[in-house]
């Protein structure tokens, strides 16, 4: 048998799929910063190309997970302009009250507090919104957004010159883009191949991720109690039949602990996150779903940009879940770069010129390390048992509950309005 030229292969592949046409924008990664932004930008006119190397439509899991997303004000604002928020399949659930608290396990919390409550914002600091929601309101918006093109799961090798930006799929199809936008994560290739420094900071820390039903209401109210190992978090989910009082939890603990307690049986694990409650507000709980474990660190690339190429969302940046902010800061890069890019379009300027790439990372990433920064002192004053640094942080939580302004200071930044 003789052999298959490279040209033969390309032709047999141009049988099988469409012929891609050229774009202003290409995308890789199709995540919920990088799908969202292409429906965004396809909504104002611009031709968008995403590549992801995963099939879309098997992240679709039908079965609650016990995995969610907190969606800030600013965001949701976002998510609503790119049409993906009004596809949401299920209700999202408002976060209207945060108690911030401090304590050590098993015992109740310290009776200096800082309290956020609705006469602290004109609107929910947040909603949130079960991951395999958002992922059906994605995959069909970007199904039916005109000027959005999915290639997936496709993979892709990309070449970057001054002119232009030409991607190469393994199936042989290519296109030309004039701006390459990656999405793709904390361990992006595309911030590799361009040779972009990164910077990254463990924590020694995992956290495990998972829903909870529980015998009381939350009245909508979520809970950051820091504790000596680490941060545990409840937010208000939207309840179901089965299960009509339920939350997610986010808790932080020693790396290797962190798994032990993951593997616990369901009442074991149970009654350790009553104990890190630091009250008994929602009464009993009962796990729900899958537990998740995701060690922690920060990181931080030394550049957003390169030629044609911009990075956003965990390509650009990954901080500590202490805040709640890390899924909200990719959204915020995007949040900028929107419309700068329509700006571009609008006047028939080139996308990918040196100007909007220096003027992207100009809006990004002074904020952004901003918020490394704050996360990653946050996370070092509150996860340890000193007890200077516990007196000393008892009396700042408490400091800030007596002031209101600086709590509706505290509340604008973290909504992202």
């Not at 005109?146 to 190469?168: F, M, S, W, Y």
């Not at 883009?177 to 972009?196: C, F, H, K, Q, W």
Request: charged content about 20%; aromatic content about 6%.
């Amino acid at each position: 048998m003789s052999p298959i030229s490279p040209d033969a292969t390309a032709e047999h592949a141009s049988t099988h799929h469409p012929h891609v046409a050229d774009v202003d924008v290409c995308i890789i990664g199709a995540g919920p910063v990088g799908a969202a932004l292409a429906c965004r930008l396809a909504r104002g006119g611009m031709r968008v190309a995403v590549v992801d190397k995963a099939a879309l439509p098997p992240m679709e899991h039908p079965d609650l997970d016990g995995r969610a997303y907190a969606i800030a004000a600013g965001p949701k604002e976002f998510l609503e302009s790119a049409g993906v928020w009004d596809l949401l399949p299920a209700a999202s659930c408002p976060i209207e009250e945060i108690l911030v608290t401090d304590g050590r396990p098993g015992e109740p919390a310290s009776s200096l507090f800082l309290e956020f409550t609705r006469e602290d914002a004109s609107q929910p600091f947040g909603w949130m919104v079960e991951a395999r929601a958002l992922r059906v309101a994605l995959n069909k918006c970007l199904s039916t957004t005109p000027g959005v093109t999915v290639l997936a799961p496709a993979e892709a090798k990309i070449t970057r010159t001054a002119q232009n930006a030409h991607v190469q799929l393994h199936d042989g199809r290519s296109f030309n883009a004039r701006l390459i936008v990656a999405a793709d994560g904390r361990r992006s290739r595309l911030r590799s191949e361009a040779g972009i420094p990164l910077t990254r900071l463990p924590y020694g820390q995992t956290a495990i991720v998972c829903a909870i039903a529980h015998e009381f209401p939350h009245d909508n109210s979520a809970l950051e109690h820091f504790l000596p190992a680490g941060p545990f978090a409840q937010l208000p989910m939207t309840g179901t039949d089965e299960h009509p009082y339920m939350s997610a939890i986010v808790w932080s603990d020693k790396d290797g602990i962190a798994e032990r307690f993951a593997a616990l049986p369901d009442e074991a694990f149970a009654r350790q996150v009553e104990r890190r409650m630091g009250n008994t507000r929602l009464g009993r709980v009962t796990p729900v779903g899958r537990r998740w474990t995701y060690p922690l660190s920060a990181q931080y690339a030394a550049r957003y940009t390169d030629t044609r190429l911009m990075l956003v969302g965990d390509a650009a940046h990954g901080i500590h879940p202490i805040a709640g902010q890390g899924l909200n800061l990719g959204y915020r890069d995007v949040i900028h770069l929107s419309p700068l890019l329509l700006d571009i379009h609008a006047q028939g300027k080139d996308p990918g010129a040196p100007a909007v790439l220096a003027r992207y990372q100009a809006l990004c990433r002074p904020a952004n390390m901003l918020m490394l920064a704050a996360t990653d002192a946050l996370d070092r004053l509150f996860s340890n048992n000193n007890p200077v640094l516990r007196l000393a942080r008892d009396l700042g939580i408490a400091g800030v509950h007596r002031f209101p302004a600086l709590r509706k200071a505290f509340v604008k930044h973290a909504m992202g309005l």
